[in-house]
């Protein structure tokens, strides 16, 4: 059974920087390929990153390329949102999300809810 858990998420400035971290079960970094899906208010859930399982290959959404960074170790069954630069739009619950298995982040991105796995997500608030 694969468990997901966020933290890192809090108030911050708009210009500023927060890092997301979730927490896995052991080896699901080795299987699975995880995402950062966000869900503002009113709003639907928008992938943003994902990062493979064999390679750690990093995928972004065109909302966030060039200010969000993805990253894991797979020693530690961490995987890291690095967020800079943040903008206002980007209050949301962000959520870390998994495959089932397949270990490729394919269009997934672009359809996060079909996504088997996910923790209970983490606020981030972006004040202007």
């Not at 390929?33 to 064999?54: H, Y």
């Not at 739009?89 to 962000?94: C, D, K, Q």
């Amino acid at each position: 059974q694969v468990h997901l858990e966020e933290s890192g998420g809090g108030l911050v400035q708009a210009g500023g920087s927060l890092r997301l971290s979730c927490a896995t079960t052991p080896y699901t970094l080795d299987m699975h390929a995880v995402f950062w899906v966000r869900q503002a208010p009113g709003k639907e859930r928008e992938g943003t990153s994902c990062i493979s399982a064999l390679d750690s290959s990093a995928y972004y959404s065109d909302s966030v390329k060039g200010r969000f960074t993805i990253s894991k170790d797979n020693a530690k069954s961490v995987v890291y949102l690095q967020m800079n630069d943040l903008k206002p739009e980007y209050t949301a619950v962000y959520y870390c999300a998994a495959d089932s298995g397949l270990g490729q982040c394919g269009d997934y991105l672009q359809r996060p809810d079909v996504l088997d796995y996910w923790g209970q997500g983490t606020q981030v608030t972006v004040s202007s």
